[in-house]
């Protein structure tokens, strides 16, 4: 799996667009961008996933490069209960085998939001 | 209702003792996975599973074994715990097709 960038850190005031960044320079054809996060104390939450269009849903939207070489998962109005430490995660779509494939996370970036 | 639950939530036990954590889930999928979340929250993976195959992180000692009764439930059997294995353990589960994966709130376990 190709390996992901994110700043440690960010922090967004309540209300605004929250942008967090990921690099993933070595990203293949057939590899998707996957965003998790982990509130506190919780178990890590899907919030979406993408190939090369960028996509919306309820929780967020990616925006990815066209070159597929960065993302940018965009929370649009940032509340306190975004605040979490969000994963990017590169995968292969494709299982081998017909076994289910690990997801391997990396140290994620802590967002802050600030009221 | 719940999609991925663990039992217990907390559990603090002695070096050398063994014990176990359960995971059911209830979305009908067919793969399940234990992770494992070190001090410095680091979340690593242990095993997945489905009813076909088991696949193992080779960095877990044998003294980790999964067992699955049945495609809902995977519990993760430790044996001769150590204090290093004090960490939360995470559950998800997902179908094999996909690869969006469902996380249980987690067990905390410390050993003393």
């Known amino acids: 799996d190709a390996k992901t960038t994110q700043p440690p850190s960010m922090d967004c005031a309540e209300g605004r667009a929250a942008n967090l960044p990921c690099n993933h320079s070595?990203?293949?054809?057939?590899?998707?961008v996957y965003w998790y996060r982990q509130i506190h104390s919780q178990g890590p939450q899907y919030i979406i996933h993408?190939?090369?269009n960028n996509e919306t849903n309820e929780m967020a939207s990616l925006i990815i490069t066209e070159d597929r070489k960065s993302s940018t998962l965009i929370l649009p109005h940032a509340t306190l209960r975004d605040t979490a430490v969000y994963y990017c995660?590169?995968?292969?779509?494709?299982?081998?085998?017909?076994?289910?494939?690990?997801?391997?996370f990396g140290s994620g970036t802590q967002l802050t939001v600030l009221p | 209702d719940t999609a991925v639950s663990q039992t217990p939530k907390y559990l603090v036990t002695q070096m050398g003792n063994d014990k176990s954590i359960k995971c059911e889930q209830n979305?009908?999928?067919?793969?399940m996975y234990w992770y494992k979340q070190d001090s410095k929250k680091f979340l690593k993976i242990m095993f997945s599973?489905?009813?076909?195959?088991?696949?193992i992180n080779e960095t877990v000692p044998n003294r980790f074994s999964p067992k699955s009764p049945d495609k809902a439930h995977l519990n993760l059997h430790i044996n001769s715990l150590e204090l290093g294995d004090s960490a939360v353990y995470f559950c998800?589960?997902?179908?094999?097709?996909?690869?969006?994966?469902?996380f249980g709130p987690g067990t905390r376990l410390t050993v003393l």
């Open positions: 998800a589960s997902s179908q094999t097709s996909g690869n969006t994966q469902y």
């Open positions: 070595t990203i293949s054809g057939n590899e998707y």
């Open positions: 993408g190939l090369k």
């Open positions: 995660i590169v995968r292969d779509r494709l299982l081998n085998s017909g076994s289910a494939r690990q997801l391997t």
């Open positions: 979305l009908g999928h067919d793969t």
């Open positions: 599973y489905n009813n076909k195959e088991l696949i």
